[in-house]
């Protein structure tokens, strides 16, 4: 049963990077899924989110308009798009899940409880 999340990097200023999230050993319907990012000194905070009893997608107000959550059901994954990247969207990235409704899926203390979280992959966005 493992989460690993994948596609970060360095990128300018106003670039675009895609991060992936495998869920492994078990199926995301019916869980909130979530990316979560971490800058060093800062706690972690929701980014991007799905609640566990809809398919409505969830984004904090300093990404919304840049960054796009998106689910493949199929492979069992889901994405973040991530554009007009700036240098305040530099840290780790994390995906996680939980069983959490409405926008209570982009709070990082909902999914402690569970506390299942992929490894984070780092984002560093620089000139």
């Known amino acids: 049963v493992q989460l690993q999340a994948s596609g970060g990097g360095l990128v300018q200023p106003g670039g675009s990077l895609r991060l992936s999230c495998a869920a492994s050993?078990?199926?995301?319907?019916?869980?909130?899924i979530g990316w979560f990012r971490q800058a060093p000194g800062k706690e972690r905070e929701g980014v991007s989110c799905?609640?566990?009893?809809?398919?409505?997608?969830y984004s904090a107000n300093s990404v919304k308009g840049r960054f796009t959550i998106s689910r493949d059901n199929a492979k069992n994954m889901i994405y973040l798009q991530m554009n007009s990247l700036q240098s305040e969207d530099t840290a780790v990235y994390y995906c996680?899940?939980?069983?959490?409704?409405?926008?209570?899926?982009?709070?990082?203390?909902?999914?402690?409880?569970?506390?299942?979280w992929g490894k984070g992959t780092q984002v560093t966005v620089s000139s």
């Open positions: 050993g078990f199926n995301l319907d019916g869980y909130a």
């Open positions: 799905f609640s566990s009893n809809d398919d409505t997608p």
């Open positions: 996680a899940v939980a069983f959490a409704t409405g926008d209570a899926c982009l709070n990082p203390h909902n999914y402690y409880g569970l506390n299942f």
